[in-house]
RNA sequence: GGCGUUGUAGCCAAGUGGUAAGGCACGAGUCUGCAAAACUCUGAUUCGGCGGUUCGAAUCCGCCCAACGCCUCCA
């Protein structure tokens, strides 16, 4: 069956095909390590792990990159400022490298819990300095970067074109509206691609320029073209990447290799905050460990996120969050239920659902369209391993352990035992008026009975 | 100022010319000593508004209204 992409790069749903044999490379713009991922970063992840194992459903071997960035993010525009590393170590009293190493495996902990596969190589930038500093090299070889008193800048004149992703025209952009002009840059839109390291500056490195650090965009060009040569099959990131960071790596790889580095770009779109812009200033910046400390499943958030395409902005409302981990509990069972089942279902119904999930997920990842199908499966009147296994098989693509209930781990205090054996035997000897006396007891203290045919479940509120 | 996106039932949202997917909530029923849980059923003559094109529009065009985003670090 054949996969249809949206490509940023010509607007389009495109077939996709890999470049190469059957394996297709793929290069993701990792988070920066300085503070925690929010929920919206994680919308990227997920976005990205749906690209994995759609890719995989298809039969596709993956050969993927995600970076670290644990060096060269600047507070500020213009090319000045803090370091992102830097200046939450001084915040934290730590090391640039022990913020990095803090917030990595958070972040990591984060794609675990959302059951997101790892990219075959995970590389950090500052493991890639001598990388960055040949591609550096190149540019100035090939006459596409120059020297200023601060640093090696990218000249985006030398370049046929510049801006194809965002579609800016360097012409109408009014130079310096919203930024101060550095007087040795040649173009307004010249990027730093090296930056020489004031003598304070905690990350530093030797380079023939100087002791200086990287610039922002050069980490994932060098990165890419170490691990998936010149030109690769898809480069995925978050849609604010599109103006700056994206467009400069392009407009570096032309430079170096005169190869747009990736054929198809995508981008994930924002996740709203009721209805707005996640902010600091709003206080309504939410971590996935926020919605669990609510007692949600990380995978309730991974579900929420299929009920929009990866394309369009999502509402985040707790309502929302609670209608999904509903959900989620729900098709557990369902699957449960099938998995129990013994009864027949004709090959032919098996065939066409799951031709109507390839057509959904093949259609540029439509999940919401997927989801509805997925559950006309778990809600089949007749209950049959057949759609055990056929809903098993759409998991590869949902990921959300789907033959794993959501699992209570949580322990009964001994009281509460004992007041669920008290209301047993009340119910027992239909003496109603105790046992819904218990029952009330058992609600104040944070917990709920589910009275069951011969037997009774207790568990917290 | 420039560029762009969105507006579909209470909430999250599919659907881009052929007569409104799905989930959750609500409501009704079954079950239950009664509840809860579970199970079953149910919801928009209508897609922000007004015009237009068409045999036919949520889907195309025009205008208007509203919300949001980018142009600066951000997924």
Known sequence: ???????????????????????????????????????????????????????????????????????????????????????????????????????????????????????????????????????????????????????????????????????????????????????????????????????????????????????????????????????????????????THHENEIAQSKGLTGKNPAKFWMHGEYLLINGGKMSKSLGNVYLLNDIIKKGYSPLAYKLFCYSASYRNKINFTWEAIDASNKALIKLKESYKKHFEGNENVQDEIINNYENKFNEAINDDLNMPLAMSIVWEVAKYSVKSKKLADLLLKFDTVLGIKIDELEENNEEIPNDILELVEKRKQARLDKNWDLSDKLRNEINEKGYNVKDLKDDMIVERI
Request: charged share 30%; glycine share 8%; with cysteine.
């Open 1 to 243: 069956m054949e996969l249809k992409l949206y490509n940023t790069l010509t607007k389009t749903k495109d077939i996709f095909k890999p470049l190469e044999g059957n394996e297709v490379r793929m290069y993701s713009c990792g988070p920066t390590v300085y503070k925690d991922a929010t929920i919206g970063n994680m919308r990227t992840n997920i976005f990205q792990d749906v690209l994995r194992r759609v890719l995989k459903y298809n039969g596709y071997t993956l050969k993927h990159i995600m970076n670290i960035t644990d060096v060269g993010h600047l507070v500020s525009d213009a090319d000045e400022g803090e370091d992102k590393m830097i200046k939450s170590a001084k915040e934290e009293g730590k090391t640039p490298l022990e913020i990095a190493e803090f917030y990595t495996k958070r972040f990591m902990n984060d794609l675990l819990s959302l059951n997101i596969e790892l990219p075959e190589i995970i590389c950090k930038a500052t493991d890639h300095i001598n990388e960055m500093i040949e591609f550096v090299s190149g540019l100035m070889e090939k006459g596409y970067a120059y020297e200023t008193s601060t640093a090696i800048y990218f000249d985006v004149s030398k370049l046929d074109e510049y801006g194809v992703l965002s579609g800016i025209n360097l012409e109408e952009q009014k130079a310096g509206a919203r930024v101060d002009i550095d007087q040795e840059k040649k173009n307004p839109y010249d990027f730093a691609l090296w930056i020489k390291a004031p003598k304070n500056h905690l990350m530093k490195w030797d380079s023939p320029w100087g002791v200086c650090y990287p610039g922002w965009h050069i980490e994932c060009s060098a990165m890419g073209k170490k691990y998936l040569g010149e030109q690769f099959d898809i480069h995925t990131g978050g849609i604010d990447l599109i103006p």
